[in-house]
T-cell receptor, first 111, second 115 residues
């Protein structure tokens, strides 16, 4: 089992819709969870971080964490074509500084 | 947010030569820096973790004599790919975190092409 699993997609949503991206992780002691957006040929940029169970909202983005189910998700409301990118889920197991990345989900927002 | 800068953004080198990539934290002291490699359509793979003033810790399968990492100051880490081969062609990305920080900031990445 991979440490961090994501559906590779592509996930296609129409402009203005809600995009839902999911991620599961295997290390139960993981403490910190991150969502990064990566455009083709570019470095990842941090979208959201979440450390506690529940929801965390920032603008059009909402991260959801369920440690019991070892599941973290990212919702993007009012999706825009500029949101089209690969979204990487990253987990910080054991409280250290290392990040373990999923393979990413490609999101396509269509006009 | 914090800024991490990489240089060069892209580099082409001949097979057998060495190439150095720099990673700088511009507005914070980076106690820990990480080096990743990403092949096309694949995820980021951690190569090594470096703490300022200490030897880097390499991930399993990464040759420490081939990928030399130096973290001599709190704002600069370098990755040197020695005796580069075409299979080393990849996107190399550094990231950094400061003292007590949970958030890790990424540099812009460096494209290496070995011909």
């Amino acid at each position: 089992q991979k440490e961090v699993e994501q559906n590779s997609g592509p996930l296609s949503v129409p402009e203005g819709a809600i995009a839902s991206l999911n991620c599961t992780y295997s290390d139960r002691v993981s403490q910190s969870f991150f969502w990064y957006r990566q455009y083709s040929g570019k470095s990842p940029e941090l979208i959201m971080s979440i450390y506690s169970n529940g929801d965390k909202e920032d603008g059009r983005f909402t991260a959801q964490l369920n440690k019991a189910s070892q599941y973290v998700s990212l919702l993007i409301r009012d999706s825009q074509p500029s949101d089209s990118a690969t979204y990487l889920c990253a987990v910080n197991p054991g409280g250290g500084n290392k990040l373990t990345f999923g393979t990413g989900t490609q999101l396509k927002v269509e006009l | 947010g914090a800024v991490v800068s990489q240089h060069p953004s892209w580099v082409i080198c001949k097979s057998g030569t060495s190439v150095k990539i720099e990673c700088r934290s511009l507005d914070f002291q980076a106690t820990t820096m990480f080096w990743y490699r990403q092949f096309p359509k694949q995820s980021l793979m951690l190569m090594a973790t470096s703490n300022e003033g200490s030897k880097a810790t390499y991930e399993q399968g990464v040759e420490k004599d081939k990928f030399l990492i130096n973290h001599a100051s709190l704002t600069l880490s370098t990755l040197t790919v020695t005796s580069a081969h075409p299979e080393d062609s990849s996107f190399y990305i550094c990231s950094a975190t400061g003292t007590g920080g949970h958030t890790i900031y990424f540099g812009e990445g460096s494209w290496l092409t070995v011909v």
